[in-house]
């Protein structure tokens, strides 16, 4: 089955690949082909009381036509682009199997064709959901994804890589019947009227998609497994409302995040001592004070007008700044609001830094990098501290496509950029913070940004038409909220979006509400970090490598990095500079150290410019002769000192003055025309006397 959807068709086929899955499904456009299944356990594990949704997606080299490196020649652990991919898939998916499902549930997206032009990303939401859609696991599904890009002003469905290259815009929309269900985006300062606009364009266009996955699920659908939902015993809901209604009104009066904790725990423990002596289960006591908890904020929230610490709607928590805290760095930065904090440090590299990016669109480097972590000391908790997980990976490039619209271009800044945030503290939106705190650390490392970057989280309360926006959320209020809606910009507008719903879905309206509510806590977070610092630094840290940045000869490549890298090697051991050669013939010098980078810049004109009469050249002496000596004066290039032309007085022997290995200053007084060179130690040394 097929639709024109943008610039190709959509192909969705079934029944043909991964027949013993509970569903399976194989989604075409253009060139670009991804199989999704779905499977679900027969039992739920012995104790479960979460819903285990798991997503996995594989880009296997070979749907490129390529073999993977390395020694292994196989794929490994999984990329930062399948994590993101597996993560673009679970959000919108998540809240829409019903509510007390726990049967185990995978879906496995494996790209088996890349055309280089089209992103299989999008193609793996769409096929999770009609995967879903036609098995037999419990899903209120459909929902449809699509890219939308932003060229000359011009919304394009599905832009290929090459347009995404020149959009100012890359937006993925998933939809269903009911409105918005996520966002991701990223922009070059676009404001909330255009980006609306381009929300818009994308929901208009997936009702097609929506239309033909019902179409699709009539024709090829299993019929919906029978499944036992865990439900809590109203008995027991009852007495744990008797119990512990009054008691948590008062817990909720308590001033800081750590004293709540700590009483609900206590009340807790309270609780399943007493129930489980009649008959109750410890766990199922433990959900039902959940679910009382999430009753009596969201209560508070929607009926009495107020929030659990007291703040109006949009009121946005205490903000401190600080910059250059940490002594031997390039840039650092401090940014506490409430009880999150994020510490951000910023190290500026050369060319040889940059992060080489296997991607099935083909091999590119990275010059600039974001690196969120979450350390479990944050939340007041122990944990085993591994790799990142697919959380911090997943906040990590939410910070950094918010910054990189305001990031200098390479030849204006030819730095590769590093930022690590590290989350000290966390109760909402750490990763807001994380781009509060890193904007400030590049201004503090004299990164040329075009403006200060800040951002916000805003959640939802929802009960049938009544919904209430709330501005910089907590933990409490994202846990038992409807949504997670982060939006990040300037002052000129939005460089990011990211909206999790834990809904079926919001409509435009309201959708418009949230963006203009950001806009507003956005310039409110600005001014407070522009009152710690409004501007880049217009010098680099002490700390920081100086690159400058010499023009050669681009036929001198060869002659500059020598035969196997000998001749480059050797300037760098020899002066601890850093040294990048690019095609162009730019040739990017980096060191601490002044002097450092000057002997190198010295010694690679030497190499690459044109013998010069006239000039002065340290020359090292390779052979001696009866009539004077031969000296190097840059690799490749020899001129002959005269004995006439050692020193002032008569030198009978030249090996009694002048010794193999020796250097000393020499001045070219001429070349003749056969390209031989003549040098002269002794006009050198009177150069020098004068």
């Given at each position: 089955?097929?639709?024109?959807?943008?610039?190709?068709?959509?192909?969705?086929?079934?029944?043909?690949?991964?027949?013993?899955?509970?569903?399976?499904?194989?989604?075409?456009?253009?060139?670009?082909?991804?199989?999704?299944?779905?499977?679900?356990?027969?039992?739920?594990?012995?104790?479960?009381?979460?819903?285990?949704?798991?997503?996995?997606?594989?880009?296997?080299?070979?749907?490129?036509?390529?073999?993977?490196?390395?020694?292994?020649?196989?794929?490994?652990?999984?990329?930062?682009?399948?994590?993101?991919?597996?993560?673009?898939?679970?959000?919108?998916?998540?809240?829409?199997?019903?509510?007390?499902?726990?049967?185990?549930?995978?879906?496995?997206?494996?790209?088996?064709?890349?055309?280089?032009?089209?992103?299989?990303?999008?193609?793996?939401?769409?096929?999770?959901?009609?995967?879903?859609?036609?098995?037999?696991?419990?899903?209120?599904?459909?929902?449809?994804?699509?890219?939308?890009?932003?060229?000359?002003?011009?919304?394009?469905?599905?832009?290929?890589?090459?347009?995404?290259?020149?959009?100012?815009?890359?937006?993925?929309?998933?939809?269903?019947?009911?409105?918005?269900?996520?966002?991701e985006s990223k922009c070059k300062e676009l404001s909330e009227e255009v980006y609306l606009e381009a929300v818009k364009f994308g929901y208009d266009n997936l009702q097609c998609i929506l239309g033909l996955q019902k179409e699709f699920k009539k024709q090829f659908g299993k019929e919906k497994a029978q499944i036992e939902y865990k439900?809590?015993?109203?008995?027991?809901?009852?007495?744990?409302?008797?119990?512990?209604?009054?008691?948590?009104?008062?817990?909720?009066?308590?001033?800081?995040?750590?004293?709540?904790?700590?009483?609900?725990?206590?009340?807790?423990?309270?609780?399943?001592?007493?129930?489980?002596?009649?008959?109750?289960?410890?766990?199922?006591?433990?959900?039902?004070?959940?679910?009382?908890?999430?009753?009596?904020?969201?209560?508070?929230?929607?009926?009495?007008?107020?929030?659990?610490?007291?703040?109006?709607?949009?009121?946005?928590?205490?903000?401190?700044?600080?910059?250059?805290?940490?002594?031997?760095?390039?840039?650092?930065?401090?940014?506490?609001?409430?009880?999150?904090?994020?510490?951000?440090?910023?190290?500026?590299?050369?060319?040889?830094?940059?992060?080489?990016?296997?991607?099935?669109?083909?091999?590119?480097?990275?010059?600039?990098?974001?690196?969120?972590?979450?350390?479990?000391?944050?939340?007041?908790?122990?944990?085993?501290?591994?790799?990142?997980?697919?959380?911090?990976?997943?906040?990590?490039?939410?910070?950094?496509?918010?910054?990189?619209?305001?990031?200098?271009?390479?030849?204006?800044?030819?730095?590769?950029?590093?930022?690590?945030?590290?989350?000290?503290?966390?109760?909402?939106?750490?990763?807001?913070?994380?781009?509060?705190?890193?904007?400030?650390?590049?201004?503090?490392?004299?990164?040329?940004?075009?403006?200060?970057?800040?951002?916000?989280?805003?959640?939802?309360?929802?009960?049938?038409?009544?919904?209430?926006?709330?501005?910089?959320?907590?933990?409490?209020?994202?846990?038992?909220?409807?949504?997670?809606?982060?939006?990040?910009?300037?002052?000129?507008?939005?460089?990011?979006?990211?909206?999790?719903?834990?809904?079926?879905?919001?409509?435009?309206?309201?959708?418009?509400?949230?963006?203009?509510?950001?806009?507003?806590?956005?310039?409110?977070?600005?001014?407070?970090?522009?009152?710690?610092?409004?501007?880049?630094?217009?010098?680099?840290?002490?700390?920081?490598?100086?690159?400058?940045?010499?023009?050669?000869?681009?036929?001198?490549?060869?002659?500059?990095?020598?035969?196997?890298?000998?001749?480059?090697?050797?300037?760098?051991?020899?002066?601890?500079?850093?040294?990048?050669?690019?095609?162009?013939?730019?040739?990017?010098?980096?060191?601490?150290?002044?002097?450092?980078?000057?002997?190198?810049?010295?010694?690679?004109?030497?190499?690459?410019?044109?013998?010069?009469?006239?000039?002065?050249?340290?020359?090292?002496?390779?052979?001696?002769?009866?009539?004077?000596?031969?000296?190097?004066?840059?690799?490749?290039?020899?001129?002959?000192?005269?004995?006439?032309?050692?020193?002032?007085?008569?030198?009978?022997?030249?090996?009694?003055?002048?010794?193999?290995?020796?250097?000393?200053?020499?001045?070219?007084?001429?070349?003749?025309?056969?390209?031989?060179?003549?040098?002269?130690?002794?006009?050198?040394?009177?150069?020098?006397?004068?």
């Amino acid at each position: 089955m097929k639709t024109k959807f943008g610039s190709n068709d959509l192909i969705l086929e079934t029944g043909k690949l991964a027949k013993q899955a509970n569903g399976a499904i194989t989604v075409q456009y253009g060139g670009t082909m991804v199989l999704v299944t779905a499977c679900m356990s027969r039992e739920v594990r012995e104790g479960q009381d979460w819903f285990p949704l798991t997503v996995e997606c594989q880009e296997k080299t070979y749907a490129a036509g390529r073999i993977p490196g390395g020694f292994f020649k196989r794929e490994g652990r999984p990329s930062e682009s399948e994590i993101l991919t597996a993560r673009l898939i679970d959000r919108p998916i998540r809240p829409l199997f019903p509510k007390g499902f726990l049967n185990e549930v995978q879906i496995m997206a494996i790209v088996l064709s890349s055309d280089g032009e089209n992103d299989p990303d999008i193609l793996a939401v769409t096929g999770a959901s009609m995967a879903l859609s036609i098995s037999d696991i419990p899903f209120n599904g459909p929902v449809a994804c699509c890219r939308v890009g932003r060229v000359d002003s011009q919304f394009i469905l599905n832009p290929t890589y090459a347009q995404l290259e020149v959009s100012d815009l890359d937006l993925v929309v998933v939809a269903n019947d009911k409105g918005v269900v996520m966002l991701e985006s990223k922009c070059k300062e676009l404001s909330e009227e255009v980006y609306l606009e381009a929300v818009k364009f994308g929901y208009d266009n997936l009702q097609c998609i929506l239309g033909l996955q019902k179409e699709f699920k009539k024709q090829f659908g299993k019929e919906k497994a029978q499944i036992e939902y865990k439900k809590l015993d109203p008995e027991l809901q009852r007495k744990v409302e008797e119990l512990a209604h009054d008691k948590l009104k008062e817990v909720y009066k308590l001033g800081t995040k750590e004293e709540r904790e700590e009483a609900v725990h206590l009340l807790s423990k309270e609780l399943e001592a007493k129930l489980t002596l009649e008959g109750y289960a410890a766990l199922d006591v433990k959900n039902a004070l959940v679910d009382l908890e999430r009753s009596q904020v969201r209560n508070k929230i929607l009926n009495e007008n107020k929030r659990i610490d007291g703040r109006d709607f949009t009121t946005i928590r205490p903000i401190s700044c600080e910059v250059s805290i940490l002594p031997r760095t390039h840039g650092s930065s401090l940014f506490t609001r409430g009880q999150t904090q994020s510490l951000a440090v910023t190290t500026l590299g050369t060319g040889e830094d940059e992060q080489l990016v296997e991607a099935l669109e083909g091999e590119k480097y990275k010059s600039f990098m974001l690196h969120y972590s979450f350390p479990p000391f944050s939340v007041g908790e122990t944990a085993p501290v591994r790799g990142p997980g697919r959380r911090e990976i997943g906040h990590g490039a939410l910070a950094e496509k918010s910054l990189l619209a305001v990031m200098p271009t390479k030849d204006r800044f030819p730095y590769t950029i590093r930022v690590v945030s590290e989350i000290l503290e966390s109760n909402g939106s750490s990763s807001m913070a994380t781009v509060c705190a890193a904007s400030l650390s590049l201004m503090d490392a004299g990164v040329p940004i075009k403006g200060a970057v800040g951002g916000v989280a805003l959640g939802l309360i929802k009960e049938g038409s009544k919904a209430v926006i709330l501005t910089d959320i907590t933990g409490l209020e994202d846990h038992f909220g409807d949504m997670d809606f982060k939006v990040a910009g300037t002052k000129e507008g939005v460089c990011a979006v990211q909206m999790d719903l834990k809904i079926d879905g919001i409509d435009l309206d309201l959708l418009s509400k949230c963006i203009y509510q950001a806009k507003d806590g956005r310039f409110f977070v600005l001014d407070r970090m522009q009152e710690t610092l409004a501007q880049p630094r217009l010098e680099l840290s002490t700390q920081a490598p100086r690159i400058d940045i010499i023009k050669v000869n681009p036929e001198k490549i060869g002659s500059l990095i020598g035969p196997g890298g000998k001749t480059i090697k050797k300037i760098i051991a020899s002066t601890g500079a850093s040294i990048d050669i690019q095609d162009d013939g730019s040739v990017l010098v980096a060191s601490t150290d002044s002097a450092k980078s000057q002997a190198a810049i010295a010694m690679i004109k030497a190499i690459t410019d044109e013998v010069e009469v006239g000039r002065i050249y340290t020359g090292k002496v390779k052979r001696i002769m009866p009539f004077g000596a031969f000296c190097e004066i840059a690799p490749g290039k020899e001129g002959l000192v005269h004995v006439s032309e050692i020193s002032a007085t008569f030198v009978k022997n030249v090996e009694s003055v002048v010794k193999i290995g020796d250097e000393f200053k020499v001045k070219v007084i001429g070349i003749d025309e056969l390209g031989r060179i003549n040098l002269s130690k002794k006009q050198a040394e009177d150069n020098n006397q004068k």
